[in-house]
């Protein structure tokens, strides 16, 4: 069974950080990546990473405050956030497909979603 299991989601004050966690487990992926969706808004791309090659891409408004990077050997990526800002409170979403491009337009798989909130 092909599931994403996400972890460490929470409640973070204006500057501080989290790491987010997501697990795949029944079988690899080309690409993997996170999205997010605040309250009233679209979904909106955040970052992905190839298992491959390790190329990654950044949406402009986590560039230099979020890190995504992966662990081969247990399957998961990972989502270092840096400098938070209320403006990141959103439902965080891992997500997985075939390529970069697949997963940044409509991906094969999603994670559970988890909550991230950032106080003022």
């Known amino acids: 069974q092909v599931q994403l299991v996400q972890s460490g989601g929470g409640l973070v004050q204006a500057g501080g950080s989290l790491r987010l966690s997501c697990a795949a487990s029944?079988?690899?992926?080309?690409?993997m990546g996170w999205f997010r969706q605040a309250p009233g808004k679209e979904r909106e791309f955040v970052a992905t990473i190839t298992w491959s090659t390790r190329n990654i891409y950044y949406a402009d408004s986590v560039k230099g405050r979020f890190t995504i990077s992966r662990d081969n050997a247990k399957n998961t990526v990972y989502l270092q956030m840096n400098s938070l800002k209320p403006e990141d409170t959103a439902l965080y979403y891992c997500a997985a497909g075939s390529s970069s491009s697949v997963v940044r337009t409509t991906p094969d798989y999603w994670g559970q979603g988890t909550q991230v909130t950032v106080s003022s």
């Open positions: 029944g079988r690899t992926f080309s690409a």
